[in-house]
Every structure is written in C-alpha cells, then in structure tokens.
C-alpha cells in the first residue's frame, strides 16, 4: 500500500541542460522531443525567440531558453534539440518549442522532495521557478513554463531582456505560482 501511495505522490519530470545547469518541466506538458534543425530567423524577433518551426503545417515559436535565462543564444550542438510543449494563455493552447542544450532523462519526483522556490541563490528569475526538486541525490529546478513563456512579456523583449522593474512589476501584480 506504502508504494502505490508513494507511486501517485510522484510527478513525472523530463529533465534537460541549459548550461551545466538541469532543469525540469513536467511531462504532462511535454509533446513532443525533436532535433534541432530548419529553424527560420525572424526578423526584428525579440533575442530569445531563436525562430520558428514549420511543424506538421503549424508554425511553432521556438524559445533558446539560453537566452530567456542568462541573456545570451545557446550554441547549437549536435545534442542541441528542440522540446516542444504547449502552453495554456487566454484559454487557448499555444505550441511553443524549448530550445535545450542536451536532453537527460524522464524522472519521477515525490512530492516530499519538491521544496518551495528559494528567495535567493539562483541563477534565473525565482518567478521561473516552480520548486526545486530532489532526485538520485542532486538537485533539479522545476520550471514554471506559464511564466517562462509568458506571450506578453516575451513580445515585450525589446534588447533580449526585460528590465528588472517591468518584471518586478509583473510579478506583484500576478503573484508567483507555487506548486
């Protein structure tokens, strides 16, 4: 009985690079893993919209989370792919590829080893962050994909980042999103 209750605390996980950094969004919004490749620049795009992807006829953004993150482009690798997930915004569902640096594995995360977002100590914006989570031993950051991939403030981007008082403004007014 212990391991079926055990079993349905956990999330699924899948987990990647950005970096040396890993990270984790949760599998549920996970379509699809593809590699990087036919990419179309878009002029005059803000810097963390690496492009976009003509995907079985649909046009799909693609976000270089490098860039989102720390504010410069990944370099593209041959372990470089593509994950694509969909986002729920004004309730419409929005495709939207991640733009990772190497895939690592599906994980599955108990719920007693997520913790709250710390207030300090990380290396991207703690409204990016859903929690962070504990699995064989090390550390994954569980993003938040409704923030990172907020349509409005990615528009926003004027130089590749947006101001620290914009965001800080954006995250009074909507509260940041815990587990």
Do not use: W
């Amino acid at each position: 009985m212990d391991d079926l209750k055990t079993a349905e605390d956990a999330r699924k996980y899948l987990t990647f690079l950005i970096g040396s950094e890993k990270y984790g969004v949760d599998i549920v919004n996970v379509k699809e893993i593809i590699e990087y490749g036919q990419v179309t620049r878009v002029p005059l795009a803000p810097q963390s919209i690496r492009g976009v992807l003509n995907l079985r006829g649909s046009v799909v953004p693609i976000v270089d989370l490098s860039s989102r993150f720390y504010g410069y482009r990944s370099t593209i690798t041959r372990l470089s792919c593509i994950v694509g997930v969909e986002i729920e915004q004004r309730e419409e569902r929005i495709p939207i590829g991640l733009l990772i640096d190497a895939l690592h594995e599906v994980v599955d995360i108990q719920q007693e080893n997520t913790e709250q977002t710390p207030g300090f100590g990380a290396k991207i914006r703690t409204d990016f962050i859903q929690g962070i989570g504990k699995t064989h031993g090390r550390f994954v950051i569980l993003l938040n994909l409704d923030r990172v991939l907020d349509i409005e403030e990615l528009q926003a981007e004027d130089t590749g980042h947006v101001t620290a008082a914009r965001a800080a403004e954006r995250t009074s007014t909507r509260g940041t999103a815990r587990r």
